[in-house]
């Protein structure tokens, strides 16, 4: 089990780089606003830079306060559309807006992200002229005729893809249909990471409850299974640190950025069971889009999971 750095940084004091360890003040890191669980998932994930850094750091700033801006209007996007179970489509349009606004400030096509598999194949450069540019409006076409919830799908994932190359966070190895001694192999060697499913507070009925046991003088709270949601409108991102295999007993130990994280004590820390965690991944997080040879929209697996900047990677002195 890793733990994961309390707060987060004072932005007041300066970053001082890459690879160079982060000594700034840690102060409360407020819990999740609105549907951006991908955006704080990837906080402790993700080198912070701050307002004040070095001219080399410049760029990535920049990538900071871009991908901040389209959290806060997501944000705003939810107070100015409540919702509690079904999502009009006035909200899916306006943050889908939002979305499209992230890609076209890093300058990116959310067209070219749709990829067909006929219209973009290896051998596209042999094509002619007037056949790709067929394939290019048969593209659109199909864009343009998707239902607005898949577009809003679609457009979600093309965003969770983008902060994970801007954020230069690694995709995982892992997928859940792999033993839960791979998975722990994987956290020894790459550290926490981040998972999206039908998982988290979110996804339970009734409230955590504490465990009578503790890891390291730190609490560990569950949720009983039969409170587990079984439909669930939205993906949730939770930041897994830990896994154990006792005897038969299998479980995984998560983060959820439903919870503020205090400098001082941290997260919460919950506990479940690996075969309830694996069983509410029904898709992968990051995803490649296309349109097969019948014309129908396809996904295929890019990562199950998402682990840190190659700077961040856990060391031993992290462990709990």
Known sequence: MWELPPGKPDRRESFKGY??????????????????????????LRVRIGPFHGASDSESRTIEKAISLWRKQVTACAVRHPYSNKIPDEFLADISHCDRALLTAFGINPIDMFISASGRAKDWNSLSQMTQTMLIKFELKLWDDLPLKVKRFLLQNFVIHTMMMKYQLQPSK???????????????NYGPMAVAGNLGISSYSSSASCSTRKIAARAIYYFPEWSKCDEYNERHVIILIGAEKLGDCENI???????????VTGKRIYVESYKTFTAAITSPFIIKTGINA????????EAYGVHAHPTLQPKPKSRL
């Open 19 to 44: 690879g160079v360890e982060d000594d700034r003040f840690r102060v409360t890191q407020s819990r999740q606003k609105g549907p951006t669980c991908s955006y704080y998932g990837f906080l402790p």
């Open 253 to 263: 130990y998560y983060n959820d950025p439903n919870d503020s994280s205090c400098p």
């Open 174 to 188: 892992w997928t859940p249909d792999q033993p839960i001694k791979n998975l722990i192999q994987i956290l020894k």
């Open 294 to 301: 019948e014309g129908q929209l396809h996904e295929t697996p």
